[in-house]
């Protein structure tokens, strides 16, 4: 049975395009959006939510932002603090005037922190803690004037303590591509480490730690695949044909996401809304040198395209040189039918060498939107310290989503630990997967209902011959059939076999010697006479004969029959199939019956 995924809604007052859970509380999760510079009605805000119940989202702080600038296109919200303030990144667009002068800020950094408000007069011992959200500083790192370009990807490496946390911004519609790494040590404006030019658009840009202050960026364009270390970025995949000059149907890249230093995530779109698929590619050591595809896994035929990837490593490593132990992978899909599809994917270690299992979908989420999802992110989750006790509270995996229809979504998935009886899969450190059957417990229900679906179906075949007369009867199923339906549905059970009271009968459904019998009945002349005939059929010769002298046959009608003569007869003619005890002897009231051999002899010596 599937885990119960819980559900939470917020509907506010503006268009939402991006979303960020606080990598140390997953109770909070900041949304912003707005409906631009000029239009009416519509502001552009970030907004603060608290997730902390499962069915109920709450609003705690909001920030209105100006109306004459851009709504809120992309955000992250980074570990890094200014005293007690925690620090969110977003892009926002200057207005149309100073972007026309050349002057774009669109580098935001805003604070959320916790502000004392008394309660009164002279009451100043006592606060009531609120929230508020602050503009910190504005910016410009991209080099770029264009008036139509934004900040339309932002990204951040997952922190560790003592470690610098680095940022990558990245332009959309602009003519010329730009990506900025910077670095978030500063408590007010980032400071801009790298910088680079793509004559193609970037689609996606992520991180990974490998080590003390050492990062791999990976980003791409709709068909290469590059990788960023300290030197250059070299181009460690190209999409196959994507160089045709006739510009084949060849896929297109939509988003990318680390699962290790050897391990990259691909979301493909195939051309011509013909379907999505995820892909494994296989990083070389380094980042250096050509990625191969490790597995491909085709999404639902349901979903023509997708446009959001979102993924959560449930047993992260404990430091950027601690190397990634036995985890689990979720990943979340947005489709173009508003539904979010969830998979799986095991990373095994044996020894130096590490696996990953096949993508498994175990979820989806359908119509989760009224309109369409514009961002999606799972919480930051680390695993409660050893050991695993019976004390130690549940734990959950947050997925939130965001639409142009104002509506905010947070799915709670409940998670539970690997027993550490298992010994294959089982790291030093407690471990935890989504709540999902397992193979056992998934065979084991499979087996199950194939038995409840085999027991129906035998009932309903032995009850269907049943009243069809060809089986004995065990569900006495005739009685269940409308007594008007009966005549037509149910027919008797004879019982075959040396067991049975024969019942061979003629192509017309009864016995030779019942259509003698009933030919004599609509006739009403003649004589029905029965020999004992050893070269007939069953030794028994019936026929109708035009005169009703009885004497002239040399035989006898039943009623003149001795009763030793009669049980012969009976038997000579059930064992011939022309008679059986259901039938009575009524039948046998017209019927003129020839002497039968050995019968008479018995008959004489018993007198």
């Not at 639902?300 to 132990?325: E, F, H, M, Y």
């Not at 038997?571 to 019927?591: C, M, N, P, R």
């Amino acid at each position: 049975m599937a885990p119960l995924i819980s559900c939470a809604k917020v509907t506010l007052s503006y268009p939402l395009y991006a979303c960020d859970f606080d990598p140390l509380d997953s109770s909070r999760l900041v949304v912003g959006g707005g409906g631009g510079a000029g239009r009416s009605g519509v502001g552009n805000k970030i907004t603060l939510l608290d997730t902390s119940n499962h069915t109920e989202l709450v609003e705690t702080a909001e920030i209105n932002l100006s109306n004459n600038e851009d709504n809120v296109a992309s955000l992250a919200v980074s570990v890094q603090r200014k005293a007690s303030t925690t620090l969110v990144y977003a892009g926002v667009n200057s207005s149309p005037t100073d972007i026309e002068k050349g002057k774009n800020l669109h580098f935001r950094v805003f604070g959320i922190e916790q502000v004392a408000k008394g309660k009164g007069k002279g009451k100043s011992t006592q606060t009531n803690p609120i929230t508020k959200i602050t503009e910190v500083s504005k910016s410009t790192l991209f080099a770029g004037t264009e008036s139509d370009s934004y900040q339309r990807v932002l990204r951040l490496s997952r922190a560790y303590p003592k470690q610098p946390q680095l940022g990558a911004i990245a332009t959309g519609l602009a003519k010329k591509s730009e990506l900025v790494v910077f670095e978030t040590s500063s408590p007010t404006q980032p400071k801009s480490r790298n910088a680079l030019e793509s004559d193609k658009e970037i689609e996606d840009v992520d991180f990974i730690q490998t080590g003390d202050s050492e990062y791999f960026v990976a980003y791409c364009d709709e068909y290469d695949i590059y990788i960023k270390t300290n030197a250059e970025p070299e181009c460690v995949y190209i999409t196959p044909a994507s160089r045709d000059a006739r510009k084949p149907a060849v896929p297109k890249f939509r988003a990318l996401r680390w699962l290790t230093k050897e391990h990259l995530l691909m979301l493909t779109n195939i051309f011509g809304n013909n379907g999505a698929a995820l892909q494994i590619l296989r990083v070389p050591p380094g980042g250096k040198g050509q990625c191969r595809i490790a597995q491909s896994f085709r999404l639902p035929s349901t979903i023509s395209k997708a446009s959001g990837l979102a993924v959560s490593n449930l047993t992260p490593p404990i430091s950027p040189s601690a190397p990634q132990d036995y985890t689990q992978f979720v990943i979340a899909v947005v489709g173009q039918d508003i539904s979010i599809s969830l998979f799986k994917v095991d990373l095994q270690a044996e020894g130096d060498v590490y696996t990953m299992s096949s993508i498994t979908s175990f979820r989806t989420l359908k119509s989760v939107h009224p309109f369409p999802i514009t961002n999606i992110t799972f919480s930051h989750f680390t695993p409660p310290t050893h050991p695993v006790t019976a004390s130690t509270p549940p734990q959950y995996l947050k997925l939130a989503s965001v639409s142009v229809g104002n509506t905010a979504i947070v799915h709670t998935l409940p998670l539970f630990p690997v027993p550490l009886s298992v010994k294959r899969g089982q790291s030093q450190t407690p471990r935890y997967v989504v709540a999902v059957p397992s193979g056992t417990a998934t065979f084991g229900l499979v087996t199950i209902i194939s038995f409840i679906a085999i027991t129906l179906t035998a009932f309903l075949i032995q009850g269907a011959l049943e009243m069809r007369g060809a089986v004995r009867p065990y569900l006495n199923a005739g009685s269940y059939v409308p007594v008007a339906w009966q005549p037509l549905l149910v027919k008797p059970y004879v019982v075959p076999g040396e067991f049975a009271e024969p019942a061979v009968t003629s192509p017309g459904g009864l016995s030779p010697l019942h259509n003698l019998i009933e030919r004599l009945e609509s006739e009403g002349e003649g004589v029905v006479v029965v020999h004992d005939s050893p070269e007939a059929e069953g030794g028994v010769k019936a026929a109708l004969h035009p005169e009703k002298d009885d004497g002239s046959h040399g035989g006898k009608r039943w009623d003149a029959l001795s009763h030793e003569e009669r049980e012969a007869w009976k038997k000579k003619l059930k064992d011939a199939g022309h008679w059986a005890e259901g039938f009575g002897e009524t039948i046998f009231k017209s019927v003129i019956f020839g002497e039968l051999a050995g019968v008479v002899g018995q008959v004489v010596q018993g007198g």
